[in-house]
């Protein structure tokens, strides 16, 4: 198995600001990739509710929680 490439630092975040789960906490920046953010447990969370529904209603999710999403706020 060919090792994952590391993301570079310039690379600007995909996932809003406010996406949370735990094994972000260790990640010390902004996680580029879905690998990054979730862990066994797939769970993550919106930091503006702490809650699995964000202030739009919908469900947290890593392929949602991105631009174009009403309640998006950029890492910037």
């Keep these: 198995?060919?090792?994952?490439?590391?993301p570079s630092p310039s690379v600007i975040a995909p996932f809003c600001?406010?996406?949370q789960s735990k094994k972000?906490?260790?990640?010390g920046r902004p996680p580029?990739?879905?690998?990054?953010?979730?862990?066994?447990s797939q769970s993550c969370w919106c930091r503006r509710t702490m809650q699995a529904l964000g202030p739009d209603g919908?469900?947290?999710d890593p392929a949602d929680c991105r631009?174009?999403?009403?309640?998006y706020q950029s890492v910037l």
């Design 1 to 6: 198995m060919a090792p994952e490439a590391t």
């Design 17 to 19: 600001a406010h996406i």
């Design 24 to 27: 972000a906490y260790f990640l």
């Design 32 to 40: 580029n990739t879905e690998r990054e953010l979730l862990d066994a």
């Design 58 to 60: 919908e469900v947290v």
């Design 67 to 71: 631009a174009g999403r009403a309640c």
